[in-house]
């Protein structure tokens, strides 16, 4: 059974910083591109950044770019997502996912003073 | 950048109704096409990929249609555990987009 399990969320001052894991499990986790993807409460869905199996290829949306940073251990099966000079329109659930397959459960992450 | 819309923005229909979603992209996809299921506290769940094929585990009253720009969910037989938020998102080229939701309740 494939898992996905988000995990480093919570509260966060404006310009702060924030890492994010997922440990991943049931699947060829270094055959298999991981994205990140996040939700605004109540708001619809917005991809943030993949990155390729190997770790070789990055990429980002606009909104991130520059202050996010993704990365993987595949000798540890897990995905990260580095945040950086963190903004309140950042605030949403960030959830880890294969995407068009399968999505962990989203972990909180609330940018505010 | 491609931009994805989705309609009707929401629908309501009664239990043993077929539904159809449409989802339409700014510009070609091919067939690079996923629709997710989103009940409320939960995370998507993947119905379709590859605009047409059925994720593994996913009733076969789900199916979907389309290529290059259009594209349709169609839910048969609809049942009250259908009531949720569906997403289209193109994978065609980074940056990937998802279209804002189709809310679906049962009357």
């Known amino acids: 059974e494939v898992q996905l399990l988000e995990s480093g969320g919570g509260l966060v001052q404006p310009g702060g910083s924030l890492r994010l894991s997922c440990a991943a499990s049931?699947?060829?986790?270094?055959?298999?591109?991981m994205s990140w993807v996040r939700q605004t409460p109540g708001k619809g869905l917005e991809w943030v950044s993949s990155?390729?199996?190997?770790?070789?290829?990055?990429y980002y949306a606009d909104s991130v770019k520059g202050r996010f940073t993704i990365s993987r251990d595949n000798s540890k099966n897990t995905l990260y997502v580095q945040m950086n000079s963190l903004r309140a329109e950042d605030t949403a659930i960030y959830y880890c996912?294969?995407?068009?397959?399968?999505w962990g459960q989203g972990t909180l992450v609330t940018v505010s003073s | 950048d491609i931009q994805m819309t989705q309609s009707p923005s929401s629908l309501s229909a009664s239990v043993g109704d077929r539904v159809t979603i449409t989802c339409r992209a700014s510009?070609?996809?091919?067939?690079?096409l996923a629709w997710f299921q989103q009940k409320p506290g939960k995370a998507p769940k993947s119905l379709i990929y590859?605009?047409?094929s059925l994720q593994s585990g996913v009733p076969s009253k789900f199916s979907g249609s389309g290529s290059g720009t259009d594209f349709t969910l169609t839910i048969n037989n609809l049942q009250p555990e259908d009531s949720a938020t569906y997403f289209c998102?193109?994978?065609?080229?980074?940056?990937?987009?998802f279209g804002p939701g189709t809310k679906v309740d049962i009357k």
């Open positions: 996912a294969k995407l068009t397959s399968n």
């Open positions: 049931g699947f060829s986790f270094s055959s298999s591109s």
């Open positions: 990155i390729t199996g190997s770790g070789d290829n990055t």
């Open positions: 510009q070609g996809i091919s067939n690079f």
């Open positions: 590859g605009a047409s």
């Open positions: 998102q193109h994978y065609q080229t980074y940056p990937f987009s």
